[in-house]
């Protein structure tokens, strides 16, 4: 009988002692019926229980840095920060790859400004694998998804009682619980049920606790003869705090670092000055003020339930149903980076020219005071003589999401003509996705000095006599409202897809279609400026509104997808294949809600490849290639009045590479993983949407913040040290140079980092393990400054303003387990 994706995940769990030789390892993810990972003619790779324990990874994007073909960048911090490039596909956050629970999407944009769908997701002791795809077979099996498929499984119930508890500690405050139990509750019936909780004072300490909350999630299983059914729920509420690119360089020098003043490995431009602020702007006729905690960080709020249904119909038919609600609240507050820094001076030279046009000759000069105490401030002694503006954001998004993916498959033993033409498998499916969603947004600017937990600051006009005229500033605010945008969008995408796999033998041939069919309707209200009327401040003169006209928008897509492979076994444990997909990337609802003018992009991509599963010997090798016709991409900058706009830019990239991976223990107290990737991603070109011109120079550049080499390489010894397992493990991960900008002008420089993983199993029930991350201090830097140098790059070659990796990270857990 065939094993299909949809079949109960408990059936395959099992306990290290009698865990499957990779070669029997059943792939469930990017394929419509479960198939050993020797048999997938597509690239994936898996990571099971105790490899995710080994890395101990800080975030599900900090998770993918290993797996080849993923270039990944977890330095904004644990809550959907992150940003992934796959297969050197441009654009961050999760904008080509779709995260699934249990072979189910949580919502159908995985990428939306200030919605990363990994928020959704913590790991925790109810994760028992991870299964990923690359390109390949993922965009006919999930929309929005041409790069991949990131597959999350969670334990079910098991038919004997298990589970676990630990607690972990660390530097940086850090404390977790985490927990499950599963067992049966009757003959038919098992459950499973876990979850965790955490706090922490934040990898770049902020004064305040930077990241707290919890997660709680189960599931009933009913073993019901033919029919198999899952029941499950899930509750997260988790405050992470967002962490932001960080001047590096003195601009008034720029052979001066700012680390004296800043580290970059544990520096933050966040502070308990900055925790509780007071926004304004306008709604209408009325202006508002709003309170705002940025203690609350990334707030995400997640509920979600449902149902997943197998049923054996009879001998090679079957149904598969899953069901999935959620309903999500997510609010982001967070420090962005802006402007780079300036002198102390010379930002009260600009400001005295202010204050004269706002307050009138009077002013005769201005000077700074710390925002929170008033006291006069110096930037010369606090600061390296620096002030900045850096931008305070608050978003919020709420949205529901109803999925059913509804599958029948079939396995035709005989074939037609009596096998003759092969022996067919068939499935076909219909995926429907219901959606809500609303999104409000406030930007405004604040003053702070350039140091670790700055001070907010304020520029005060005086007169000749030294007595106060008004402030440049109010409250450490530069600007209010120097950006808003608020909309909504509701609509639904409709799927039906259908995929043959036909097996000559050891020859297999496979194709599979999608189409979907994506509709929308939303608005968004429309924006002006105006003076708030606070005459003792400039800072309300210039503010971003609402006006409270809705401007209504509809939208209706088309996507056809679709990918073709064929399968060789040589030998049983090795396989040669390759692979043909035409994909489509669905626009964001930031089409609707704020009138973008996005297309579809239409990707192509193929890969060819060989893969060898022996008992101690695993290994893939995987050409790829991928095209871009129509890239639409955009980023937020900063305008030249100071106000938050986004840029769009249009073109087209291709990239070339391999994929190495491998696993292999050749005596028993040793092991090694190791994974590579090798890829030349560049650009066509990339023309600038608004104003229609071409970037001149753009043409074979690589692309922005994507490497050309990533290595990774885990050696594994295991001990007994009096009469005790010991396993020690070390992880080497390089990080090839990339470029800030399009015009590859400012380079982010390579890095390598070595982490740590130290296990012991103390007695049959108490393991301990320690885990180091980034054990030598590496200086690695991401990203650059995306809000002012995506295209042309910064003053330098040398990168001065970037998000550092964290600096060294230790954790302790003690595990009890039953």
Known sequence: MIALAGMPQAQAQTDKSTEAAPIETVIVTGTPIGRAKVDAAFSVSTMSEEELQRAAPLSVVDMLKSVPGFSAEPSGGEGGGGNLYVRGLPGGGWKYVQLQEDGLILFGEPQDSFLNIDSFDVTDMMTQRVEVVRGGTAPVFADNAPGGIVNIITRRGTDTPEGAISITGGNHGYIRGDGYSSGPLTDKITYAVGGYLRQDDGYREPGFTADRGGQIRGSLSFNLGDVHIDVDAKYLNDRNIFYTALPLIDPTDSSKSLSNVLSPLYGTVVSKALEYTTLKSFNGSDNFTESMDLSDGIHTKVFQTGVSLTWNISDGLILTDKIRYVNAHVVYNGVFSGSSPVSGTAYLASSLTKAVAGFGASVSSVKYVDATTGSNFDPSR???????????????????????????????????????????????????????????????????????????????????????????????????????????????????????????????????????????????????????????????????????????????????????????????????????????????????????????????????????????????????????????????????????????????????????????????????????????????????????????GMDGKQLSRIPKYIYSATPTFYYNVFGKPVEVSATVYYMGKRFVDYSNHTELPAFTTIDLSISAQLTEKIDLRLNAQNLTNTNGITEGNPRTDTVGGQETSDVNYGRPIFGAIYKMSLTYKW
């Open 382 to 696: 606090a600061s390296d003589g620096l002030v900045m503006e850096t931008g305070l954001y608050r978003v919020r998004t709420n949205l529901s999401s109803f999925v059913n993916d509804l599958q029948l498959t079939k396995e035709f033993n005989d074939g037609p003509l009596g096998g003759m033409l092969g022996k067919h498998t068939i499935s076909a499916g219909l995926f429907v996705n219901y959606y809500n969603f609303s999104q409000n947004r406030l930007y405004s600017n604040i003053l702070v000095s350039v140091q670790n937990q700055p001070h907010l600051l304020d520029v005060v006009a005086l007169n000749a006599s030294g007595n106060t005229v008004g402030y440049v500033t109010d409250h450490g605010f530069a600007r209010y409202g120097s950006g808003v945008y608020a909309g909504d969008a509701n609509g639904y995408y409709l799927a039906p897809y259908f995929w043959d796999t036909v097996k000559f033998g050891d020859l297999s041939v496979d194709v599979g279609v999608r189409y979907t069919r994506y509709h929308a309707d939303g608005g968004n209200y429309a924006t002006g400026t105006r003076n708030l009327g606070d005459a003792t401040t400039l800072a309300d003169n210039n503010v971003i509104g609402l006006t409270g006209v809705y401007n209504p928008r509809s939208d209706n897509r088309n996507a056809f997808n679709w990918s073709a492979g064929i399968q060789y076994k040589f030998i049983p444990q090795a396989e040669v294949f390759a692979r043909y997909t035409s994909a489509e990337r669905l626009p964001t609802q930031s089409t609707v809600y704020i009138t973008d003018v996005t297309p579809n992009t239409p990707i192509k991509q193929a890969e060819g490849g060989v893969r060898v599963v022996f008992d101690s010997l695993s290994f893939s090798a995987t050409t790829f290639w991928s095209r871009f016709k129509n890239l639409s991409t955009s980023t937020a900058i900063i305008n030249p009045d100071a106000s938050i706009g986004t840029l769009y830019l249009k073109g087209d990239t291709q990239t070339i590479g391999e994929e190495l991976e491998f696993e292999w223990k050749p005596i028993e107290f040793f092991s090694i993983q190791g994974s590579a990737t090798i890829q030349n991603p560049e650009t066509q070109s990339l023309t600038n949407t608004s104003t229609g011109l071409v970037y001149p």
